[in-house]
């Protein structure tokens, strides 16, 4: 199936400073790019999703960015905070396809 | 409350004893799923269903079975356990559709297989 690689695995920020984290893709087809956050010891949840015809999504603190040509997308996130702490996923969804396939996540430790 | 739900949350089972963990949402969602979560490969999707009667293989599905008899009920099968299927598993739910929308995930059910 398709094959998402996310980076980087790790990320320690200082609180206040911007984070990004990237994924590239292979299959041109592909229409959907969710971002997931999972606190320690919690379930994941959407955070931020983008879809094929956009660009560049924004809510509040955190931006996805997504450049087709060059199969890779984006998560921003802006004057971070401890509780920004957290494993962060990358997903996409095939085109043709009937499921979600996910990066392999990014620790991110926001240090006061 | 709209949620997913899954049972047992934690469980130490030994190899080849046979095991079932539930999962269950209220959401009238019509696509259900399941992962599994190993360090390091994050989120791998062991089997999926698009509703009631029709499911399909994941990524991983070899030592797994599910059956979705029902609209809410989508059961997590292993019939005979081993220790390479100690993990943490998400069973997650969906409105409708193939996977491009919002995933409701179920708080997790830690699994080890001694």
């Known amino acids: 199936g398709e094959n998402v690689e996310q980076h980087p695995s790790t990320l320690s920020v200082q609180e206040g400073d911007s984070a990004v984290i990237k994924c590239t893709y292979s299959d041109s087809a592909s229409n959907y790019f969710p971002w997931y956050k999972q606190e320690l010891g919690k379930r994941p949840q959407l955070i931020i999703d983008?879809?094929?015809?956009?660009g560049e999504k924004k809510d509040q603190r955190i931006a996805v960015t997504l450049n087709k040509t060059a199969k890779h997308f984006s998560l921003h996130i802006t004057e971070t905070q401890p509780e920004d702490s957290a494993v962060y996923f990358c997903?996409?969804?095939?085109?043709?396809?009937?499921?979600?396939?996910f990066g392999t996540g990014t620790q991110l430790k926001v240090e006061l | 409350e709209a949620q997913v739900t899954q049972n047992p949350r934690y469980l130490i089972t030994v190899t080849g004893k046979k095991l079932t963990v539930t999962c269950s949402q209220n959401m009238n969602h019509e696509y259900m799923s399941w992962y599994r979560q190993d360090p390091g490969l994050g989120l791998r999707q062991i089997y999926y269903?698009?509703?009631?009667?029709?499911?399909d293989k994941g990524d991983v599905p070899e030592g797994y079975k599910v059956s979705r008899k029902e609209k809410r009920n989508f059961p997590l099968i292993l019939e005979s356990p081993s220790p390479n299927q100690t993990s943490l598993y998400f069973c997650a739910s969906m409105l409708a559709g193939g996977g491009a929308d919002t995933q409701y995930f179920g708080p997790g059910t830690r699994l080890t297989v001694l």
């Open positions: 269903s698009m509703n009631v009667e029709v499911t």
């Open positions: 997903a996409l969804h095939p085109g043709g396809g009937n499921k979600l396939t």
């Open positions: 983008i879809r094929s015809n956009v």
